[in-house]
């Protein structure tokens, strides 16, 4: 009988009413919608705990003087994040409001589709949080957070709606790119809707913003180190753990679930680890860093890659990251603090065109997608992600103005904006 009701809840099996053993369809209906309550919470509160994953990379890498700044951005663009995204953001996107009684929402599917908000918010949230990183060392507080409002709001919605939301263009079925290349946009979890997204208008910010003082001095390199590695591979542990909750419970109900989601997560990992490994001497910021490329990679395509196809493209994702960041800083002399361009824009980048590659059939992926379309959509993602941030940044940054001042700088952001330092005992004598 248990193993009965656990097959009806996951959506296998649907019995036919029989009042004489017991069995109430109605009740069924409401035990499922509670259970996938359940399951779509667990998967909101896994993602919740990758934010505390994007700080502690984040702590790690940046200088010490700049520690605390990061766990108070990471954290305080959650919150206004949560309250934008539910406010203007989510309806934009789906086309769903909840400004309606508390009544009203407990009774909507047991709740589900309110607990769907806080799933999907927490990837919106994603956004400030992936460009913290890039930003990082020289940005004023409230501009920063001001800016990250407005992609929360308005800019990321727009472009979700597109591939998951209310407005048919690229990703759902009998939208305009699914008539033009037979397939539509294929983007399972988010390898060009989140982090394509968030990597692109990073370097937007990264470029508005410039470098920090002292990364170049009379055009030659000056790097600077990580400040902490046990806590920038604590972030990378926490995120890829976190990670198979942000794909795995893509599938939104428990009917959706699929076991090759997580293996093509794992493989894909697996596979950014190795590749980093091998060409970055054994580098732990690289290495630390491969693991999360792969999971970028995989997002878009996790659904329809074999495992094989999985890891084949993380360990492309790897070398993307590691040669891509080496290019960023020393050829195009981007100070991008943490990579967010080549981990989140290129690998985003690479993940959305490799679902159209490993994911056909002949290399026994699922098939349903379409190379061009997976092109088109990537393209279109990035393209519009960029152009955004530049126009934001420009706009925030000739009315109040994006950087630090230069003393501000130099005494480091825990000082002058937070008044405290990551270790105050220090200073006591």
């Not at 957070?145 to 263009?169: D, H």
């Not at 054994?282 to 693991?291: C, E, Y």
Request: proline share 3%.
């Amino acid at each position: 009988m248990l193993f009965k009701n656990i097959i009806i809840v996951a959506g296998i099996f649907q019995p036919e009413s029989r009042e004489g053993e017991g069995y109430i369809m109605s009740d069924f209906v409401v035990f499922k919608s509670s259970a996938d309550v359940f399951f779509v919470m667990i998967g909101a509160v896994m993602v919740f705990a990758m934010h505390g994953g994007f700080a502690f990379l984040e702590v790690g890498t940046v200088r010490e003087k700049n520690q605390v700044n990061a766990l108070v951005k990471i954290l305080s663009d959650f919150s206004i994040s949560t309250v934008i995204y539910f406010l203007i953001g989510y309806p934009i996107a789906y086309g769903v409001s909840f400004l309606i009684s508390a009544e009203s929402i407990a009774n909507i599917d047991s709740g589900l589709s309110v607990v769907k908000f806080f799933f999907l918010m927490t990837f919106a949230a994603a956004i400030p949080a992936i460009i913290s990183g890039g930003i990082a060392e020289r940005a004023r507080f409230w501009p920063q957070a001001i800016c990250g409002a407005i992609f929360v709001g308005i800019i990321y919605p727009l472009f979700e709606s597109t591939v998951w939301g209310k407005f048919t263009l690229l990703g759902q079925d009998g939208s305009w790119l699914a008539n033009f290349g037979a397939f539509p946009f294929h983007d399972y979890a988010g390898s060009i809707v989140v982090h394509g997204v968030g990597g692109w208008i990073a370097l937007a910010g990264v470029i508005k913003l410039g470098p920090r003082i002292g990364r170049w001095i009379n055009g030659r390199s000056h790097p600077i180190p990580v400040s902490n590695v046990p806590m920038l591979a604590l972030g990378s542990w926490m995120l890829c753990i976190g990670w198979f909750g942000f794909n795995v419970m893509s599938a939104q109900g428990l009917s959706g679930v699929s076991g090759l989601v997580a293996i093509n997560s794992l493989m894909a990992m697996a596979g950014g680890i190795i590749s980093s490994t091998l060409i970055s001497r054994l580098d732990p910021g690289f290495i630390h860093n491969g693991a999360l490329a792969g999971l970028v990679a995989v997002c878009s395509g996790s659904d329809v890659f074999h495992p094989m196809g999985a890891l084949v493209v993380g360990a492309v994702a790897g070398i993307i990251f590691v040669k891509g960041f080496v290019w960023e800083q020393e050829k195009l002399k981007i100070d991008d603090v943490l990579g967010v361009w080549p981990l989140h824009g290129l690998c985003g980048l690479w993940g959305g065109i490799a679902c159209g590659i490993f994911g056909q059939k002949i290399f026994w992926g699922m098939g349903g997608v379409s190379l061009l379309s997976q092109i088109i959509g990537s393209v279109i993602g990035v393209t519009f992600a960029m152009v955004a941030g530049f126009v934001v940044y420009s706009l925030v940054d000739s009315l109040v103005g994006l950087r630090l001042s230069e003393k501000e700088e130099q005494m480091g952001s825990d000082l002058s904006i937070h008044n405290v330092e990551a270790y105050p005992e220090k200073t006591i004598r």
